[in-house]
C-alpha cells in the first residue's frame, strides 16, 4: 500500500516559529585551552563534536535544500529558515574551532575524517544524504535537550563558551522536525515499510561512524594534552557514560526513531527554548533551565 502525504501525520507544531539568532560569540578573547572547568575529558568531547559543524551542517543544508522545490509553502519556510540557522552555526563553530587552534590543538585528523565521511555519503543518491541528514538532526536534538535540560553537562565552562553550546542547541530543538518532514514529503510514495527500513539502516551506520569518530576524536585531542591510554579512555568513558553520562541518557530518546509512529516532536520540549531569547539583541537568561521530566 502506497502512503501518501495527507495520511502521515506530521506533529511539528503549526505556531512554531524557527527563529535564526545570529550570534557572535568569542571575538573579544581568546578561549582558554581547557575551557570546560579545566577538565580535559570535557574539552575534548566538545571540542571534537565542533569541528563535525562548519562542514558537517554545510552538508545538511545541502541535503535538505535540494528537496525545497515541491514542498508545502509551511515545510518550504521551514527549510529556508532552518538554512538560514545552519549557516550561523556553521561560522561561529569554524570561528570557535579556530579558537582551539590557536589555543594549540590540531584540529586536521578530525577535519579530514569529517571530510571523508561526507564525500562517502555525497556519491549515494540525494535521498540517502537526506537520511543522514535526517538521522543525524535527531542525534543533535537529543543531544540539545540533555545539554539544556541538566545544567550539569556545562557546569564549570567558560561563559562565552557556555553560552555558544547553550545558543546551538536551542535552535536544533527549534528545527528538529524539518529534516524529518522533508524526507517524510520527498517519500510520500513510498511503502511504509521501504521508508523504515531506509531510515533505519542509515540511523543504524550513523550511529556506528556518530560514536566511534567523536570518541577517536576527542581521545586525539587529549593525546595533545598529554592524556594517553588507559588514563585517557576512563576519563573519556566516564564522562559520557556515567557522569554527567550524556551519551547514556539519550538513549531512549534514540531508541525512539526505530518506533512506529516516530515524529521528533513526539517530544515537545518547547519548554527549554526559554533557556536562549529569541531577539538577537536579547540578553541570555542567567537563570538555569529546569530538568525535563
Do not use: C
Not at 22 to 34: I, K, M, V, Y
Amino acid at each position: 500500500m502506497l502512503i501518501t502525504m495527507s495520511a502521515i501525520p506530521l506533529p511539528t507544531p503549526v505556531e512554531l516559529s524557527i527563529t535564526p539568532r545570529d550570534r557572535r560569540f568569542g571575538r573579544d578573547a581568546a578561549t582558554p585551552r581547557l575551557w570546560h572547568g579545566g577538565r580535559v575529558e570535557a574539552t575534548a568531547i566538545y571540542n571534537a563534536l565542533s569541528t563535525t559543524f562548519p562542514k558537517g551542517e554545510a552538508f545538511f543544508v545541502e541535503s535538505v535544500r535540494a528537496f525545497r522545490d515541491g514542498a508545502p509553502p509551511k515545510l518550504a519556510e521551514e527549510i529556508k529558515a532552518f538554512t538560514t540557522q545552519e549557516a550561523i552555526h556553521s561560522r561561529e563553530h569554524d570561528a570557535f574551532n579556530r579558537r582551539a587552534v590557536d589555543a594549540g590543538y590540531d584540529l586536521s585528523k578530525l577535519e579530514q575524517r569529517v571530510a571523508h565521511r561526507l564525500a562517502i555519503t555525497r556519491g549515494r543518491p540525494p535521498v540517502v544524504s537526506l537520511a543522514a541528514t535526517m538521522a543525524l538532526e535527531h542525534f543533535t536534538a537529543i543531544l540539545a535537550h540533555e545539554l539544556l535540560a541538566d545544567p550539569r553537562h556545562l557546569d564549570g565552562a567558560e561563559q562565552e563558551t557556555a553560552d555558544l553550546w547553550r545558543w546551538h542547541a536551542i535552535e536544533e530543538i527549534e528545527h528538529k522536525g524539518v529534516a524529518y518532514d522533508t524526507w517524510l514529503n520527498a517519500t510520500r510514495q513510498w511503502p511504509r515499510f521501504t521508508r523504515w527500513k531506509l531510515k533505519a539502516r542509515v540511523m543504524l551506520l550513523v550511529t556506528r561512524n556518530f560514536l566511534v569518530d567523536r570518541t577517536a576524536g576527542a581521545l586525539e585531542l587529549m593525546r595533545q594534552d598529554g592524556v594517553t591510554g588507559l588514563r585517557a579512555w576512563r576519563l573519556l568513558l566516564t564522562y559520557l557514560w556515567v557522569r554527567p553520562g550524556m551519551f547514556r541518557k539519550i538513549a531512549g530518546a534514540w531508541l525512539s526513531f526505530f518506533l512506529p509512529g516516530f515524529h521528533p516532536w513526539n517530544v515537545d520540549d518547547r519548554h527549554l527554548l526559554g533557556a536562549y531569547p529569541a531577539s538577537a539583541s536579547d540578553e541570555t537568561p542567567k537563570r538555569k533551565v529546569r530538568r525535563a521530566v
